[in-house]
């Protein structure tokens, strides 16, 4: 209905309005968050050679990837990043994100380098850059840890808030120019843009961290830091267009939003609905992200397989992802069923770990991995496709950029937490094992599917919710020509 009375209210076409303007919008802000996606995961394959090349050992190498959520959790950078959209609008974010990621970029870049190595700064992150590895420890660095190595998780820290700064700029954005069109469809193709950036830096970054036999480790992310500086760019052009889109709006007599407050949170952190979707978010995404980073061993583990082997088994996976999330998200804008495909994605997650847990250690066969694979796929292209799209049909679009930002703060936590609680239960469970292949999984891998449990039953009590309350969730994002029709004569008459 609000769609239908802005078009009434707003005879004159919009930037938006024009097919070309918002799929180049598109193209722009998905750019930037493939780039980012690049640089989340371009040491992911390299763990051999960083031990290799700058001694660090696996706690080294956690504790730096860990670093990523650091300040978003504990500093709430993303709750105060959710405020700076909201009071700010999209294109200051954006820029501000971008040149977040890039400065971050620079600086892990730079702790890999050779200059480094021979400068006064490594010196003092040797000797103050420190902290006491007791358990608790949960900060990114510890007594010992290699100065490159802290460095890094410096940088990542830094990198990882213009990354999620980047994540619900690009989204609130998306709404911007998509809402009451392609809106699924749109969000659908910048996850799975986001997706192939994965892939590419399983294959891309080891050919290249490898080139002409000559190891190097700050090679490919000197190159993805460049990529950062592209996307960057990209934001830059993507705000010209955002100005020319909201100046036209103003003076359209286009629908003008109240002014942002801040005591105006009150209504997200009020809101049950918001809560039940906040917390399948972090139950779904905790048994998705932390199980990728343990994936490639526990299939190793269980199938016999070397490291590159393992991992060419789990490409399919954001392959995979890639492929059917933008079909999931058109059929989302075309015939709804949002919180549906949410309680399915649950459910084929829980098959699949269920899978990992008991049916692959029993038979040893690739058929399954990779059937099992196929199938979280699918789930992590159900999940993404429909929850993202359905903010906008439970927040108001003045808080819209707080309420993605709460999310995703709330699901940093878990993306913090159940890596190392994965590991924790995979050396208490495994007790003496001293040989990397011979771990079992099946505790750690149960340990997600109950998540997947959890997730299944907000799922559950989010569709009975909507059936109640009527927010939407399974109707299409676009309008079909006869409920149009149906409203302009209710409104005429
Ligand atoms: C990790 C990040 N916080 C996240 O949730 N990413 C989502 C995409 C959210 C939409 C970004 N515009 C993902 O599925 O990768």
Request: aromatic content about 12%; proline content about 4%; charged content about 15%.
């Amino acid at each position: 209905m609000a769609n239908l009375q802005k078009s009434i209210s707003s005879p004159q076409e919009l930037l938006r309005d024009k097919a070309w303007a918002r799929w180049t919008a598109l193209v722009l802000l998905a750019s930037a968050m493939f780039f980012a996606y690049i640089f989340v995961d371009v040491l992911s394959p390299l763990q051999e050679y960083l031990q290799s090349t700058k001694g660090w050992d696996p706690s080294a190498y956690g504790r730096f990837a860990g670093s990523e959520t650091f300040l978003n959790v504990f500093v709430f950078f993303l709750i105060f990043a959710g405020i700076i959209l909201d009071k700010m609008g999209v294109r200051f974010t954006a820029i501000l994100a971008g040149a977040v990621m890039v400065a971050g970029g620079f600086i892990n870049y730079y702790a890999l380098t050779d200059s480094f190595m021979e400068s006064g700064l490594k010196n003092f992150m040797d000797d103050f850059v420190n902290l006491p590895d007791t358990w608790w420890n949960i900060t990114p660095f510890y007594d010992g840890m290699p100065a490159s190595a802290k460095l890094s998780a410096i940088g990542f820290m830094i990198f990882g808030c213009g990354c999620e700064m980047s994540g619900i700029t690009v989204s609130r954005g998306i709404v911007k120019w998509f809402e009451g069109k392609e809106m699924a469809l749109a969000m659908g193709i910048e996850m799975a843009v986001a997706r192939l950036g994965v892939a590419v830096v399983f294959l891309g970054s080891p050919a290249i961290a490898t080139f002409r036999d000559n190891i190097s480790v700050s090679r490919p992310i000197a190159l993805s830091v460049l990529l950062l500086l592209i996307g960057l760019i990209g934001f830059i052009v993507y705000s010209f267009m955002d100005k020319k889109l909201e100046n036209e709006m103003g003076s359209n007599g286009e629908v003008k939003d109240d002014p942002f407050k801040i005591s105006d949170l009150k209504y997200i952190f009020s809101s049950k609905v918001f809560w039940i979707v906040a917390l399948l978010c972090v139950l779904y995404y905790s048994a998705i992200f932390p199980f990728q980073k343990y994936a490639n061993n526990m299939l190793q583990c269980n199938l016999g397989i070397s490291a590159e082997a393992a991992g060419r088994v789990f490409f399919v996976f954001p392959l995979g992802a890639a492929a059917i999330t933008p079909l999931l998200g058109n059929f989302l804008d075309r015939k709804g069923k949002g919180a549906t495909m949410l309680i399915w994605g649950a459910i084929l997650m829980i098959i699949c770990h269920l899978t990992f847990a008991f049916v692959l250690p029993a038979t040893r066969s690739a058929v399954i991995a990779y059937s099992a694979i196929v199938l979280l796929g699918i789930s992590f292209s159900l999940v993404p496709a429909s929850l993202w799209p359905s903010v906008p049909k439970l927040v108001d679009n003045r808080l819209l950029g707080s309420a993605y930002a709460v999310i995703f703060w709330i699901q940093n936590i878990g993306l913090y937490a159940f890596p190392m609680i994965i590991g924790a239960v995979l050396a208490a469970t495994n007790p003496g094992v001293e040989n990397a292949m011979d771990y079992n999984y099946t505790v750690p891998m149960l340990v997600f599917a109950s998540l997947g449990g959890l997730a299944l039953i907000l799922g559950i009590i989010l569709k009975a919710l909507d059936a109640k309350k009527h927010y939407g969730l399974e109707l299409p994002n676009i309008p079909s020509e006869k409920s149009l029709e149906a409203e302009v004569e209710s409104a005429e008459g």
